[in-house]
């Protein structure tokens, strides 16, 4: 679903993503972690095409986004994005929210878009909440209102960037359970988290950034108990 290959980008003379070389399968949960300045951003943001790289190659379901004629609005059609601020339209309700882009990009009528928008909604936990604006409710309340809105437009991928990292400590965990619940029904995901209970539970792998190389890949339960390189170790030791 995703690939990498030898990718590297600039930001003016900082190099910002160094030989890149990863790949994700349809159904993989990664969870991409380092220290702040380490390129995670910036790295996932390639994926849906809001960051423009200048060597190496990124295919992202079959979307060649090194080729001039790449076709960014069919692929971020594909390619949810949550964002640590939950960026809600503030005169709209939960509901709306959710429908707009369905109605607005995907072309669906008002009652389908309506449907699907409140089936989300209450998967979400939120079936009481969709008359309710944004600022009626908590940040967790919101941000899952905001993993509902990508969900209805029935993405291939999921893209999550410290999508907890706004959000008071009792609500973490209400959103961490939906993300879980994704990745159970087979969501390509990848996930920028310093949630190190998440990535035990259900990271396939987990990708440990620094300087804008990825230093080490494993999988979880090693990456936790028997990190590899000196930086990681230092990095948990922090986190953990
Ligand atoms: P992380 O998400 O791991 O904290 P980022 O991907 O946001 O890291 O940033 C990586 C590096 O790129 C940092 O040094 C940051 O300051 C720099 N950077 C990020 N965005 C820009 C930008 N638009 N212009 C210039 N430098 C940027
Ligand atoms: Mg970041």
Same mark, same amino acid.
């Given at each position: ?6 990718l ?13 070389d990863?790949?994700?399968a349809?159904?993989?949960v990664?969870?991409v ?10 790295l ?5 095409? =809001? !960051?423009?790289f200048q060597k190496?190659?990124l295919? $992202?379901d @079959? ?7 790449a *076709?960014l609005r069919e692929l ?10 939950f ?5 709209k309700?939960? =509901? !709306?929210?959710?429908?707009?882009a369905p109605?607005? $990009?995907r @072309?669906?009528?008002k009652?389908?878009?309506?449907? *699907?928008g ?7 936990g939120?079936?009481d909440?969709?008359q309710?604006y944004?600022?009626q409710l908590?940040g967790g ?11 209805c437009m029935?993405?291939?991928?999921m ?6 990292s ?5 609500m973490i965990?209400?959103?961490?359970d939906?993300m879980?619940s994704?990745a159970?029904?087979?969501m ?13 539970k ?6 440990f ?5 990825i ?12 990190p ?7 990095f ?5």
């Open positions: 679903m995703i690939e990498f290959t030898n590297n980008k600039w930001f003016g003379s900082l190099h910002v993503l160094k030989d890149i990863l790949s994700v349809k159904g993989e990664v969870v972690c380092g220290p702040s300045g380490s390129g995670k951003s910036t996932i943001r390639c994926v849906n095409g =809001l !960051e423009p190496g190659r295919v $992202v @079959g979307f060649d986004l090194g080729s001039r004629s *076709r971020r059609m594909e390619v949810g994005f949550v964002f640590q601020s960026n809600l339209y503030p005169h309700t939960a =509901l !709306e929210n959710v429908t707009l109605i607005h $990009v @072309g669906l009528s009652a389908e878009a309506e449907d *699907r409140r089936a989300l909604l209450e998967k979400v939120l079936a909440r969709m309710n944004p600022h908590s309340q919101q941000q899952r209102v905001a993993i509902a809105r990508s969900l029935q993405p291939k991928i893209l999550f960037d410290e999508p907890t706004a959000l008071d400590p009792e965990n209400e959103v961490l939906v879980v994704l159970r029904e087979g390509t995901m990848m996930v920028v988290t310093h949630e190190m209970g998440f990535a035990r259900v990271a396939d792998r987990v990708i950034m620094d300087r804008g190389a230093v080490e890949t494993a999988d979880p339960e090693s990456f936790f108990t028997n590899r390189s000196e930086r990681s170790r230092d948990l030791s922090k986190v953990l």
